[in-house]
């Protein structure tokens, strides 16, 4: 298995421009998500979906925009970028099952977004 | 809100214990974890414990819960400078562990020779 894939890994974008950050998982997850990671505030979470054609906000879901057509794939849409969205984003998979042990998270390598 | 707070940094000697510490708000969270992250990587699911434990213990890693005062920490046993990574603490939403977590800042562990 991949595990949880992120592409680009890098990524510079002028302010107004538009992009999306692609995530794709090869575990049969029913459960993906998107964090940004900024410096001394943790991950924050933007969407999530718990399964194909459903999707929901997280903490920080303004500028963003998610779709889960597939099981396997979960892109992330900038709309217009913004320097407030320079940050790190990861994407992360898990299986919803009914123990613990089932449920950890596996993450992406991540994708450094830098918004000019 | 809820919340969940670490402290940033920490330095210790090669071969010295780690302790990396953690509070959190939420009482009603069920699931409680450990991430580690390496420079450039994402995060790696170190280990995890439930509400109704008090302790764990895997191989240098121990894992201590204080649920009345809402803190939990991480014991590293014999640090080696392998281990120098940022660590994060994160709490499930409530009793839910359907991957809503809640991430503390993360404590950047520097081992010194």
């Known amino acids: 298995n991949a595990g949880v894939t992120q592409t680009p890994k890098f990524q510079v974008l002028k302010t107004g421009q538009s992009m999306t950050l692609q995530c794709a998982q090869d575990m049969n997850h029913e459960y993906m998500s998107w964090y940004r990671q900024d410096p001394g505030m943790g991950l924050r979470l933007i969407h999530y979906?718990?399964?194909?054609?459903?999707?929901d906000q997280g903490e920080v879901p303004n500028g963003y925009n998610v779709s889960r057509s597939t099981t396997e794939d979960f892109p992330l849409r900038l709309l217009s970028a913004a320097p407030s969205q320079t940050s790190v984003y990861f994407c992360?998979?898990?299986?919803?099952?009914?123990?613990?042990?089932?449920?950890?998270?596996?993450f992406g390598p991540g994708t450094r977004l830098t918004v000019l | 809100g809820e919340d969940v707070e670490q402290s940033l940094f920490l330095s210790v000697r090669e071969g010295d214990s780690s302790v990396i510490n953690c509070t959190y708000t939420?009482?009603?969270?069920?699931?409680l974890y450990w991430y580690k992250q390496e420079p450039g990587a994402g995060l790696q699911l170190l280990t995890y414990i439930f509400s109704n434990m008090d302790m764990k213990q895997d191989q240098r890693l121990t894992v201590l819960l204080n649920k009345k005062d809402k803190h939990l920490s991480l014991r590293i046993a014999d640090t080696q400078t392998g281990d120098s990574a940022i660590y994060f603490c994160?709490?499930?939403?409530?009793?839910?562990?359907?991957?809503?977590?809640?991430f503390g800042q993360g404590t950047t562990l520097q081992v010194k020779p």
């Open positions: 992360a998979s898990s299986k919803v099952g009914a123990t613990p042990s089932t449920d950890t998270q596996y």
């Open positions: 979906s718990v399964g194909a054609g459903i999707t």
């Open positions: 939420d009482s009603s969270s069920t699931y």
């Open positions: 994160a709490v499930t939403r409530g009793s839910s562990n359907t991957g809503k977590l809640i």
